[in-house]
């Protein structure tokens, strides 16, 4: 599950733009293991050129929403052109 951050409010990603990030946004990226392990991850990809408004609010939105799922996720920082692995393996055809 992906959202982006519009005018401070969040907005889902379709699928067809599934892998598209922008670097004037922050993106949250939920990510539930498909094996019987139920491990999450939560990711929030900053754009080199989001705001700082935007970048605070993506982190606090992560925290809520860690709280808000009993605090088992775990969380990541990603920043643009510097993704871990792990984010990048979600996307088969790639980051944009």
């Not at 519009?6 to 922050?26: L, R």
């Not at 139920?38 to 982190?59: K, L, R, T, V």
Request: proline share 4%.
């Amino acid at each position: 599950y992906v959202v982006v951050f519009k005018n401070m409010k969040m907005v889902p990603v379709p699928d067809q733009a599934f892998g598209n990030f922008f670097e004037g946004d922050c993106y949250i990226v939920l990510y539930g293991s498909p094996d019987s392990s139920n491990s999450m991850d939560i990711h929030y990809w900053i754009g080199n050129s989001s705001s700082q408004d935007e970048q605070g609010a993506a982190a606090i939105l992560v925290t809520q929403l860690d709280e808000f799922l009993g605090g088992s996720p775990v969380q990541h920082r990603e920043v643009q052109a510097a993704e871990s692995s792990k984010f990048r393996s979600y996307f088969r055809n790639g980051l944009m």
